[in-house]
């Protein structure tokens, strides 16, 4: 019988941890040492501090009169975003889907164009050099941040419609023309509808993105009834001991708003995933 501890007869015969076992130590030494971070961390920050700097009971009573105004008008931005962007987008998905080659070329130029600079240049360039450069007034601040981010969203929407008009079946567009119907009313019955239930899933996450980049309205000067979430949190910035509190109640009511949408995100995507 060999009597050498690494002979491998014997080590043979030792019981093996299973992978399954291995896992789950794995997984308990990782939340143990996630419990000692936070516990530390929870030691070493100053509370008074927090509650002051952070959650400052005054400044957030200051913020509620104008709270509701800054988050209505903080959607009414996004909408018209949203709205211009998916109909630009929509144009711009059709003309790249074109046999028509100066259409496809003026499409992918227009969507790398918009996908590659800043958002926040374009919403200045609406803001202020458009009007200087072409004498033309836009009437609010509505319609400006609406066509300003609508023109950055409609790059992203026209990629994100076009790969969903051509994920749906060839086979759909045959039927509906052995039934009589053209392929522009096809494309309007058929295909289109189709493809937004796709698209709705990305959809739904520019409509995020949308919602955060609102934030860049307040570069174009405000009245105090144009004010949207960012503008009211930064004017909270300057009270003498009000600290980050305004920034953190901006925060939690974009939360408010954005999470909803991820959840709603979600969802639709498992919803789609089980009826493919």
Not at 7 to 16: D, E, N, Q, V
Not at 243 to 261: K, N
């Amino acid at each position: 019988m060999p009597t050498d501890p690494n002979s491998p007869a014997l080590l043979a015969t030792r019981p093996r941890m299973s992978p399954r076992k291995k896992a789950k130590i794995s997984q308990a030494a990782q939340y143990g040492v996630l419990a000692i971070v936070i516990v530390l961390a929870l030691k070493a920050m100053d509370w008074d501090k927090l509650r002051t700097q952070m959650f400052n009971v005054n400044v957030i009573a200051s913020m509620l009169d104008a709270l509701p105004r800054a988050f209505a008008n903080t959607l009414l931005y996004t909408i018209c975003a949203f709205a211009v962007g998916l109909s630009l987008g929509m144009v711009l998905a059709l003309m790249k889907m074109s046999s028509v080659g100066p259409y496809r070329w003026l499409a992918t130029a227009y969507a790398e164009f918009f996908r590659g600079i800043p958002a926040l240049l374009v919403v200045l360039s609406i803001g202020f050099l458009i009007p200087i450069l072409f004498g033309i007034k836009l009437p609010n601040m509505t319609v400006k941040i609406g066509i300003a981010l609508g023109l950055v969203s409609a790059a992203y929407v026209s990629e994100t419609l076009r790969a969903g008009l051509q994920a749906v079946p060839r086979g759909q567009v045959e039927a509906a023309r052995s039934l009589g119907l053209s392929q522009s009313q096809a494309m309007r019955s058929v295909v289109v509808p189709q493809a937004f239930r796709i698209v709705l899933p990305p959809l739904t996450n520019e409509l995020i993105l949308i919602t955060k980049d609102t934030s860049f309205v307040y570069l174009l000067g405000l009245a105090t009834s144009e004010y949207e979430l960012t503008k009211l949190g930064t004017n909270a910035l300057n009270q003498a001991s009000g600290g980050l509190t305004g920034v953190v109640v901006v925060g939690l009511v974009y939360l408010i708003i954005t999470l909803p949408l991820g959840h709603l995100a979600r969802r639709m995507e498992k919803k789609n995933a089980r009826q493919r």
